[in-house]
């Protein structure tokens, strides 16, 4: 299991090298893709961070107010020292062949349409965590596919 920032700095990198603009807002989208893409392959957390149901989806809080200060720019190339194992690569780079050529805000339409962010939005109000065994519990049933 990794920290949010070591995987932050993998996607951003990965973005950087394949020309694809990385903001705040689609970086927390990657990473929610991620760990549920992660946890149904794997059925174990990549991302030992929780996510939160921000206003415009999932969101990993300390990650956001890292990068807060960019706005809605473009994040610079991060050092990144992060070694996935063969199979967390495989699955990393997965989702970000899939999602990272979509608009942000394909994105958040994205996130918002699944239940982990929907239901604990609307029951616990913005900015409630989203436990990870809700995250767990819709990527595994395939509702994600």
């Known amino acids: 299991m990794y920290n949010a920032h ?26 929610y893709f991620i760990q549920g893409e992660n ?3 794997r059925h174990t ?5 929780d996510f939160y149901a921000w206003q ?4 990993i809080p300390n990650v956001y107010y890292e990068f807060a200060g960019y706005s809605s720019s473009a994040l610079p190339k991060q050092q990144c020292s992060v070694s996935l194992s063969s199979e967390e690569l ?3 780079n ?4 899939k999602y990272a050529p979509k608009s942000t805000w394909d994105l958040v339409d994205i996130s918002h349409s699944q239940d982990p962010w929907k239901y604990n939005h609307q029951v616990f109000g913005d900015r409630s965590l989203i436990p990870y065994r809700s995250i767990e519990n819709y990527y595994e ?3 994600s596919l």
């Open 94 to 97: 997965q989702i970000l062949l």
């Open 141 to 143: 049933s395939g509702e």
């Open 45 to 49: 957390r990549l991302i030992s961070d």
């Open 90 to 92: 495989s699955i990393v």
């Open 6 to 31: 070591e995987i932050a700095s993998y996607v951003i990198n990965w973005c950087h090298d394949h020309n694809i603009l990385i903001t705040n807002l689609k970086l927390q989208k990657l990473l």
């Open 56 to 59: 415009l989806g999932p969101v």
């Open 39 to 41: 946890c149904r392959i």
